[in-house]
């Protein structure tokens, strides 16, 4: 059985992009792109998420160990993304396929005008066939305000666009049951269902240029695939891992995509830290969401929002007691519920089939 993707979010870490001696493997990302073009010409939508500034910038510049480690990266990577984009531009234009650069930072997720601004331009661009290529922007992203890794990164990517799938590329055949060196270790071929503490056998350690490691790709995976998309880890440095994977030829991880809206409760169920708004709903809303009948978080039962959120937030549900109803996905960002509170016929907040009600 082969896998039928329509939006397709592909991440190359920065082991796949990188030879042993630090500099760009020229010859893998090639044989990457031809394939990521051949999917492309099959009508499908690509966003690829590519690790590499860094050691690009190391294969045009050596500089002095009297720098320091943020300034080092911040000088390779904004002289390297020069030459990341030059070396996919260049290789697409030889499918004659347009791609385009797309800098983003951590405080982007955060800020709703911004979310929505790089929402809009990726569709934008997708409707004209082109290829994003999407990186962190290493010059501005400096210690609490990066990303853990590019994975994270590729996640909220994925989630923001509704991909159908995520295809995390790295150095390994996927997450192992144990220390992917050790003999006897295999790859877990499929997780899903239940939530799996994955800490408990991938080691926080990560290989030479990676910077999250398998932990975070575990944790982005299992938190990506609950929200309904397909999250699949496997080895870039593979011959035509790309095709291979789609086509279920080759052994990686698969995280199985949540399709029940049940599911997706379950999660939001067991997310009240990331919950990161709250918002106070009047008694008749509160009586409407805990009866029999499936019922959506209205404006009109909106009675003040407490802490402010961005659309695709979790957020807290508190009766006018102060005590916590539930938790669910906000459809649009505070502003706009701000402005909305106590109206008629406006949009649901939350959604039923994002809402969890405490028992
Ligand atoms: N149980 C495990 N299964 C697979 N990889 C693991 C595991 N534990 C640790 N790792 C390490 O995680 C590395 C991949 O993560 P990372 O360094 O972030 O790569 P990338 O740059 O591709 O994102 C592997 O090279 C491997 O050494
Ligand atoms: N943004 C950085 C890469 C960040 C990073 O290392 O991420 P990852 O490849 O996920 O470990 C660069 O382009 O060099």
Redesign the pocket.
Known sequence: MSFNYQRIIIKI????FTKENGLPDLQRIEHLVGQIAAIKKQGKEVILVS?GAVASGRSLITISEKYDAIAARQLLASIGQVKLINTYSSLFERFNILCSQVLVTKEDFRDRMHYLNMKNCLELLLQHQVIPVVNENDVVSVTELMFT???ELAGLIASMLNAQALIV????D???????KAPG?TVIEEVAGSVVDFAT???S???Q??????I??STMSQKTAQLGIAVHIANGTRDHILTDVLENKVIHTRFVPNKTASGKKKWIAHSEKSATGAVKVNDGARAALISSKATSLLPVGIVNVITDFKKGDIIKLLDEKNKLIGLGIAEYGADKAKERIGQKNQKPLVHYDYLYLQG
């Open positions: 870490g920065s082991n796949v690790s890794d590019n994975d590329l790295t150095n390994v996927g997450i192992y049951n144990g220390d992917p270790s056998f991938v080691s350690g990560r290989s240029f990676g910077r999250g490691g398998m975070t790709k």
